[in-house]
């Protein structure tokens, strides 16, 4: 059973930091082979995509509203995909949910974490 499971949401001031997790499990493909992606939801809002990869080689997209602030990484021996989010504003605070395409085009998603950012 194919379980991702966010981690590293909390409530942070602008301009603080914060590291999302998102651990794989129960893959029936390497987990290397997957298209992994990070999604952010805010309440009234529709979910938007904020970084992934565009395949399974490391190229990356970002939203124009994370550029230069948020970097997507991934550890294919730990199954663990990142988010580094550096210089939070407010208008970041959403769920953050993860996101996994497998080579069959099947779509997976996290439970999400929440980010807040406020003073």
């Known amino acids: 059973q194919v379980q991702l499971v966010e981690s590293g949401g909390g409530l942070v001031q602008p301009g603080e930091s914060l590291r999302l997790s998102c651990a794989a499990s129960g893959f029936a493909f390497a987990f290397s082979s997957y298209v992994m992606s990070w999604y952010r939801q805010a309440p009234g809002k529709e979910r938007e995509l904020v970084a992934g990869f565009t395949g399974v080689g490391g190229t990356t997209n970002y939203a124009d509203s994370v550029k230069g602030r948020f970097t997507i990484s991934r550890d294919n021996v730990k199954n663990t995909v990142f988010l580094q989010m550096d210089s939070l504003k407010p208008e970041d605070t959403a769920v953050y949910y993860c996101?996994?395409?497998?080579?069959?085009?099947?779509?997976?998603w996290g439970q999400g974490t929440q980010v807040t950012v406020s003073s």
């Open positions: 996101n996994a395409i497998n080579p069959r085009r099947q779509t997976y």
